[in-house]
């Protein structure tokens, strides 16, 4: 029994030994004349540009806006005044200064309406033409206007909230308008940028008596000796006269009253 089991445990150990033997030859490390592979980190590559989406602009209105209903307007008549000048009739004067449009209807009279002119940096003068008249017209703010006001739409459609009001005189291939306005505070200053308002009464008036082709003349200020305003009714001579006209009634009580006194 003692012989059998020795027997056995000498095998066992001869196949544990084989086996690790065999083990070890098959790692060529073990092998003469094996050289380690000299290891290196691989070459970084560079990485795409990832096109990114550009952000979204949560305040950001629509291409387009709608500008609302369009009532009918009934035209607005404005006052006739003494006009001396030699324009020709039909003429439409625009006194910047005084916040005046003219039309010309005689050598000696004209409309005239008061309006809004461009704020300060926007104002211009020269003469242009009327090249066409729309009823209700849709507003295409220019690109540079647009920069300014990152709020302001590609597009409005005409209507009661569109900014050019119920007609707008377009003048000649430039980007000025003398348009209409549902927001009366405006007319008389200075607030445009570059175009000339009126309130939509006088701006339905306006349009139906002048068009396309009519001349447009942009002034800083008008002559004295026009729209009634001759060197004699002017206000610095006007201004003179009352202080002389006190100075003298002055003068005349104080005569009247020293003699009172004699």
């Not at 089991?5 to 092998?31: E, H, I, Y």
């Not at 291409?63 to 039909?90: C, M, Q, T």
């Not at 940096?121 to 300014?148: K, L, N, V």
């Amino acid at each position: 029994m003692l012989r059998q089991l020795l027997c056995v445990l000498s095998v066992t150990g001869f196949a544990q030994s084989a086996s690790a033997q065999d083990r070890m030859d098959w790692m060529p490390w073990n092998k003469p004349g094996y050289t380690a592979p000299a290891y290196q980190s691989p070459a970084p590559r560079e990485r795409e540009p990832l096109e990114r989406p550009p952000p979204m602009n949560l305040n950001a209105p629509p291409a387009i806006l709608d500008g609302g209903p369009r009532p009918p307007v009934s035209p607005l008549l404005p006052e006739r005044i003494a006009f001396n000048s030699s324009y020709a009739a039909g003429t439409i004067v625009i006194d910047t200064s005084a916040r005046r449009l003219y039309l010309v209807q005689s050598p000696e009279d004209a409309l005239v309406y008061p309006i809004s002119v461009g704020r300060e940096g926007f104002t211009w003068t020269g003469t242009e033409t009327i090249s066409r008249i729309a009823s209700w017209p849709d507003w295409h703010p220019p690109a540079e206007m647009r920069e300014r006001d990152p709020r302001l739409p590609e597009k409005m459609t005409g209507g009661v909230r569109n900014p050019l009001g119920a007609k707008a005189l377009y003048l000649g291939n430039s980007l000025y308008r003398i348009h209409g306005t549902d927001n009366e505070r405006t007319i008389g200053r200075a607030s445009s940028s570059g175009c000339f308002r009126m309130t939509n009464g006088h701006v339905v008036d306006l349009a139906s008596r002048v068009s396309p082709g009519a001349t447009v003349i942009v002034l800083d200020k008008l002559p004295q000796n026009i729209a009634g305003l001759n060197p004699s009714n002017s206000p610095e001579t006007t201004d003179a006269s009352a202080s002389s006209a006190r100075t003298a009634t002055v003068g005349g009580l104080v005569e009247r009253l020293n003699a009172s006194q004699r």
